[in-house]
C-alpha cells in the first residue's frame, strides 16, 4: 500500500480518505487522553482491526499530536490577546482612577491631610501601576504638585526593587517631606 497524500492540515480530511474513516479519526481525537482504536470501534460499531487499520494508514497518532499542539497554541494566542485586552482596560481604569485620585489629592485641605494617608494613597496607585505595566525601569518617575500654594515634588526610582527596609525608608523620608511641607504652610498661615 502506498502513503496517502496529505492535505494542508494533517488533521482535516486526507486526499483518499473515506469519509467513515475520517469520521473515525474525528472520534479519536474527540476521546481526549484516554483515546484507543478499541474505544472507537465500540462506538461506531466497528471491528477493532478495521479501525487499527485506518489509524495506522492514516496517521492518527501523529494526526493527533500535531493537531493538539495547533489546538493548544491557538488556545494561548486566545488566552494571550484576552490578556491584552484586559490590560488595556484595566489601564484605562487605572487612567481614570489615578487622575480623580490627584484631583481628590488636590483638593485636600492640607490641615486635614495626613502623612500616613498621602503615603497610603501613593503606596496603592503605585502597587496597582506596577501590576499593570511591571516593575519602574531604571529612569526615575518624578510626581509634581502643590499642598495648598506650596509645590511639592516627589522622585519614585526603583522603589520596587528596593528591599522591604529600603522602601520603609523611603516611605519615612517621604512622610518627613510631607510633615515639612504642612508646616510650612501651618507657619505661612
Avoid at 122 to 143: F, I, S, W
Avoid at 161 to 177: D, T, V, Y
Amino acid at each position: 500500500m502506498s502513503e496517502p497524500e496529505r492535505t494542508a492540515q494533517v488533521w482535516d480530511q486526507q486526499r483518499g480518505e473515506s469519509d467513515k474513516a475520517y469520521a473515525a479519526y474525528t472520534a479519536y481525537y474527540r476521546l481526549g487522553v484516554r483515546r484507543s482504536y478499541r474505544k472507537v470501534g465500540q462506538e461506531l460499531g466497528k471491528s477493532d482491526t478495521l479501525i487499527g487499520r485506518w489509524g495506522a494508514r492514516w496517521g492518527w497518532v501523529e494526526r493527533v499530536r500535531a493537531q493538539g499542539v495547533y489546538d493548544l497554541e491557538m488556545e494561548r494566542a486566545e488566552f494571550a490577546e484576552e490578556r491584552r485586552r484586559a490590560a488595556r482596560n484595566d489601564a484605562r481604569v487605572l487612567s481614570s482612577l489615578v487622575a480623580k485620585v490627584g484631583a481628590a489629592v488636590m483638593a485636600l485641605d492640607p490641615a486635614e491631610l495626613k502623612p500616613e494617608q498621602l503615603i497610603r494613597l501613593a503606596d496603592v496607585t503605585l502597587k496597582h501601576r506596577r501590576t499593570l505595566y511591571g516593575p519602574v525601569d531604571e529612569a526615575p518617575v518624578h510626581v509634581h504638585g502643590t499642598v495648598g500654594d506650596m509645590p511639592v515634588s516627589v522622585e519614585v526610582e526603583r522603589f520596587d526593587r528596593l528591599p522591604a527596609a529600603g522602601q520603609a525608608r523611603e516611605l519615612e523620608e517621604l512622610a518627613a517631606r510631607v510633615l515639612r511641607v504642612r508646616e510650612a504652610i501651618a507657619a505661612a498661615a
